[in-house]
């Protein structure tokens, strides 16, 4: 609980920091609230404080916080010469992304689905507000238009869902929820099914998962690029740690019910993510459609789970979020230079700014899953929990949407070596993004090289 209130206040003193004109001091106000709910992250370890009524701060929901506050923080620290001199709304950005977070915070403790509700609006609302905050920028209305179409659809298939999970067990709370489908093997209520799979609908828009995706790429490609990197990686995160929490927890009896459902979804993620960003030639369109292939990759934790599929979670989510901040940091970078967004934008970057590119590449071999970078490691441990329970099929279609995925992320690499740039792209790196694409860089190869620090974490 001292993390959600930390950050919303920390929300509330930038706001009247911004209202005071005080611009300097946002960044180093909002850094040190993330730095004290990260200090209250780590004492909360192993503490499972479990007497909130609505909240669970146990150690999954601690360490997705830790998580989730650790790419916030980045991305914050991504803002340096990011916003132009005479900007207003400088404040407003960071209170919403501080709002956004103290929701996402919610939804990673949430004991009851109230509170699960509660904290999804609140991140929801404040998405909205900053995809179209851009009020000039057409692309960034429209974004903020369909984002919020988008939002009101999942809203409406979550909250019906709840509904009737609570017709049918007269309950909220999630142990009451498990308890009743324990106690009622044989005679679950008809309610509750359609209000698994609404549910299931529900939160699959919230993550970005076919054939719910729709809009998403339209949404990241139209968002100011530092609010897509938010998107793409802390949200997903919260995202997929609601999904487990609720459907490897409380909907685990009913697995055989809603697991053919979620195992249609997962191909159609894999393929239509993996295929059509092979024909993108906008990067951070690409990079849309790579997250909802990855989102693809982060459900076989819910095909088959097991003690190991939180651990399994936090690694991917972990290496997902690390490798996805790197490549939109240096999209900001070379967009400030060359203008546009296409992936021949990086063509030669490598005989200007070797560090850029040496980072960068990290970043892609991450991605597409090679050996020595977390993103192997994730992939890796996402295929061995389906291949222990005999899922071949499933098995056969990940490798080869993951060979498909090695094309485009190997089709920067070649832009970055092998490729003539028309453009100078001689980049000054800021020092704040020498810091965040240094340490991300580095924990990419850290937990791909020791990758035991995370996998027996819970």
């Known amino acids: ?24 001091a946002l960044l180093p106000l909002t850094l040190v609230g ?7 992250v780590i004492t909360s370890w192993n503490k499972n404080t479990n007497h909130y009524e609505m909240l669970q701060m146990d150690n999954f929901a601690v360490a997705f916080s830790g998580l989730i506050i650790l790419g916030t923080g980045f991305v914050f620290l991504l803002t340096q010469n990011y916003f132009a001199k005479n900007s207003d709304n400088v404040a407003e950005y960071f209170t ?3 709002f956004a977070l103290s929701g996402m915070i919610m939804m990673v403790s949430y004991k009851n689905m109230a509170m699960l509700f509660v904290g999804v ?22 974004a903020s238009l369909k984002y919020f179409l988008m939002g009101a659809f999942s809203t409406g298939f979550l909250l019906f869902g709840i509904t009737l999970i609570y017709g049918a067990t007269g309950s909220f709370d999630l ?3 498990t308890n009743y489908l324990i106690v009622n093997q044989k005679s679950v209520s008809p309610l509750f099914y ?14 970005g998962a076919a054939p719910f995706h729709f809009w998403t790429p339209d949404v990241y490609e139209g968002s100011p690029t530092l609010i ?29 019910f809603w697991e053919p459902a979620l195992m249609m979804m997962v191909v159609l993620t894999l393929i239509i993510g993996n295929v059509t960003a092979l024909f993108q030639k906008n990067f951070k369109r690409m990079l849309a459609y790579s997250s909802i292939s990855h989102a693809g990759y982060l459900m076989f934790s819910l095909v088959v789970f097991s003690a190991q599929s939180t651990n399994n979670v936090f690694v991917y989510a972990s290496a997902y979020t690390f490798a996805s901040i790197i490549a939109f940091a240096v999209l900001i970078l070379v967009k400030q230079k060359v203008g546009d967004d296409n992936i ?74 092998f490729k003539d740039g028309s453009k100078s792209l001689s980049v000054e790196i800021p020092f704040q993004y020498k810091i965040v694409l240094f340490l991300c860089a580095l924990i990419t190869l850290f937990l791909g090289i020791y990758p035991t620090v995370l996998i027996n974490l819970f």
């Open 1 to 24: 609980m001292n993390i959600i209130i930390t950050i919303a206040v920390t929300a509330l003193v930038v706001l009247y920091a911004g209202l005071f004109k005080a611009k300097k």
């Open 34 to 40: 993330l730095i004290t709910a990260l200090t209250f």
């Open 96 to 98: 919403l992304i501080l």
């Open 121 to 142: 609006e609140i991140m929801s609302v404040s998405l909205y507000i900053l995809a179209g905050i851009r009020r000039s920028n057409f692309a960034s209305n429209e």
């Open 175 to 177: 142990s009451r929820i």
């Open 194 to 207: 359609p209000g698994i799979i609404l549910m299931l609908i529900g939160l699959s828009f919230k993550i």
């Open 228 to 256: 897509t990197a938010f998107m793409s990686t802390v949200v997903k995160t919260a995202g997929f740690a609601v999904f487990l929490r609720l459907f490897a927890g409380a909907f685990a009896s009913l697995h055989s």
């Open 344 to 417: 021949d934008s990086f063509n030669g970057l490598a005989k200007q700014n070797p560090f850029l590119a040496f980072v960068l590449t990290i970043a892609m071999l991450s991605l597409a899953g090679i050996p020595l970078t977390a993103g192997f490691i994730g992939k890796y441990l996402m295929f061995l929990n389906v291949m222990g329970s005999f899922h071949i099929s499933l098995l056969v279609i990940a490798i080869l949407n993951a060979l498909v995925g090695f094309y485009y992320y190997f089709k920067v690499i070649i832009a970055v070596y």
